[in-house]
């Protein structure tokens, strides 16, 4: 290890500053020797060949290989949200437009099947880093995981995970998904890589393995050599390399406090969710399937906050019909009953485009034809999922919520197909819940400016966190290089989720917090002092948020949210609320 001597400073800080610091991007304290991992990549073979027939087939082999790799990788999962990442790794290797180019490669430049295949991948992946959609920018990496699988394949070389000789903390460039879901979180203790970002696919399945992570730290890290003592925060996005022993304790403290926490979390998850005086609030979950039905119940779900049906939509080649999603959604409220599901409207568009559609690339999708504004344009396909939702909600605690509402007259346009489609299903005698509860989501700021309007149209409001401080810090929470300003603890987001809850009480309607936020341990007392209803999170999450609210009163949640609120940065938010539970 490199032994850098420490010089004390003048005024010693209580908290020493971090060495690095990047992207939150999975929770959690991780302490431990560095692991350097850099893969390397297959050598490729003489690039000419004799026969294009056979060495067409040695592709199709090494795909179909692939395919059945992935299904595996696929069936590891737990979640919806994860299992979409690798359905489209999938619809990749599938992909006619990289099968036909590099059939091209093959037969009509006389190149191997590998050498093939690399010269189209390697094309395909600099043309969407060149793009500006972050959607497709960022898909740049599954091409070129799915790539590279296919590639090892075709020249033998066994995809080499990292060395971990003792449990520390995995250092990379980046990481992509196919190697993420493979970690072993007994082995790796934390993730920081160079590039990523809290959305990227190798964050989201470090947060589902439990392993803390902080991305888009810079190249500086690449510096730090193997075997040199880390400490990181997986809240905080703070890295410390080789810390002083006063504040290694200090940390250790910390980790081991929230690890007894989830531990003793656990057996008591099915509990109502209550502070030390007995408020309730009411924990849901955040799912994209059937599937994630029973993992948000084992962990103590009362509920579903947030059905996202894009995920029934992208999994698919063509548009679902209405008996195919009223099939789901009558199996998914079955297996939740007696507990209430909240199905939020296709939100597409953006961040999650469906190729079928065919919608023109825009400038900037973030603030483009998504959401509300795409459904109104094509009230066939509004209407569609509104009579499925409807026809399902008989028997059955469903809710309905529409995203990305920026204006009044979108909500009253959004409710008048809705009211169309109620006219339609009486008229045919089609039995349905005619006092299903609608809601929109706050994830625009115009919106929270004009929650006291919105507020006398709908029954509830739903704070999507992630959205809302994406637009309101102006930084793309896909990009690395901003992403850390989309930070929902910053006291201007916080204020913004007050002054919503403030409108919404004020007409008698209720409000839950659905985004990364709701399952933030630092936030949790922070919410509650603010006075929101619901939360609804990551299932796996539910747990520890709920031993987090038994430790405290209302009165100190609510002392603690005026307090932050006062404060200068989403920094000094975490340092204040990490004395008040040191």
């Keep these: 290890p490199t032994n850098h001597p420490l010089h004390p400073l003048p005024n010693p800080l209580p908290h020493p500053l971090p060495t690095l610091s990047g992207i939150p991007t999975s929770p959690g304290i991780a302490i431990g020797p560095a692991t350097l991992y850099q893969p390397k990549l297959p050598e490729l073979p003489e690039p000419l060949l004799d026969d294009p027939k056979r060495s067409w087939q040695e592709l199709q082999t090494a795909i179909k290989t692939a395919q059945n790799q992935i299904q595996t990788l696929h069936q590891k999962v737990a979640t919806s949200e994860e299992a979409a990442i690798f359905d489209a790794h999938l619809l990749i290797l599938q992909d006619p437009t990289l099968l036909e180019a590099t059939h091209q490669q093959i037969f009509e ?33 599954d091409v070129s995981d799915v790539g590279q699988r296919v590639l090892r394949l075709l020249t033998g070389i066994v995809a080499v995970l ?15 998904p196919s190697s993420t879901v493979e970690l072993d979180p007994n082995k790796v203790l934390g993730i920081c890589t160079v590039a990523g970002s809290a959305m990227s696919h190798a964050a989201i399945l470090a947060r589902s393995l439990g392993i803390p992570a902080v991305m888009g730290v810079g190249n500086e ?23 002083d022993e006063a504040h290694l304790k200090e940390l250790q403290i910390k980790r081991d406090s929230k690890l007894n926490t989830i531990q003793a979390s656990r057996p008591n998850a099915h509990e109502s969710a209550k502070t030390k005086d007995g408020h309730s609030v009411k924990i849901m979950a955040n799912i994209g399937g059937l599937s994630d039905v029973e993992i948000a119940l084992k962990n103590g779900a009362e509920g579903v906050g947030l059905l996202r049906s894009e995920f029934i939509y992208l999994q698919r080649t063509s548009l679902p019909t209405e008996d195919e999603l ?6 998914i409220a079955q297996s939740l009953s007696p507990h209430p599901l909240i199905i939020r409207i296709l939100d597409i568009g953006g961040d999650k485009p469906l190729p079928y559609l065919n919608l023109e690339p825009e400038t900037n999708p973030f603030l483009g034809w998504r959401g509300i504004r795409l459904l109104l344009d094509y009230p066939e396909l509004l209407k569609t999922q509104l009579r499925a939702i409807l026809r399902a909600s008989y028997g059955y605690s469903i809710k309905i919520m529409f995203p990305m509402i920026a204006s009044v007259r979108e909500i ?3 409710k008048v197909v809705l009211s169309t489609v109620q006219t339609e299903l009486r008229q045919a005698g089609i039995p349905f819940n005619g006092t299903m509860e609608v809601g929109i989501m706050i994830e625009v700021p115009s919106s929270v400016t004009i929650a006291d ?33 989309a930070d929902a603890l910053e006291p201007a987001i916080l204020r ?19 985004g990364e936020l709701a399952s ?7 919410l509650i002092g603010l006075g929101v209803d619901e939360l609804s999170m990551n299932p796996l999450a539910i747990p520890g948020v709920k031993a987090t609210i038994s430790q405290f009163s209302m009165n100190e949640a609510e002392a603690i949210a005026h307090h932050v609120l006062q404060l200068d940065s989403a920094q000094s938010v975490r340092e204040y609320v990490a004395t008040k539970f040191s």
């Excluded at 003792?166 to 250092?171: A, C, S």
């Excluded at 933030?520 to 922070?526: D, G």
């Design 412 to 414: 009253r346009a959004a």
């Design 162 to 176: 990292p060395d971990m000789q003792e449990p520390g903390i995995l250092i990379a460039t980046d990481l992509t």
């Design 326 to 331: 009223l099939e789901v959604y009558q199996a």
């Design 221 to 243: 890290l690449l510096h730090v050599e193997n075997g040199t003592l880390l400490a990181l925060d997986g809240e905080t996005g703070n890295v410390w390399i080789e810390p």
């Design 109 to 141: 430049h006389s190149l191997c099947a590998a050498a093939a295949w690399h010269t189209v991948i390697e094309q395909t992946v600099n043309t969407y880093k060149k793009l500006d959609d972050p959607y497709l920018k960022a898909r740049a990496v």
């Design 520 to 526: 933030s341990s630092v936030a949790t007392p922070i």
């Design 453 to 485: 309007q919105l507020a006398t149209e709908v029954d509830f409001f739903s704070i999507g966190t992630n959205d809302l401080s994406q637009y309101s810090m102006a930084a793309d929470r896909t990009n690395p290089k901003v992403a850390s300003l």
């Design 496 to 514: 913004m989720i007050q002054q919503t809850i403030i409108a919404a009480h004020n007409v008698g309607i209720w409000v839950s917090v659905c």
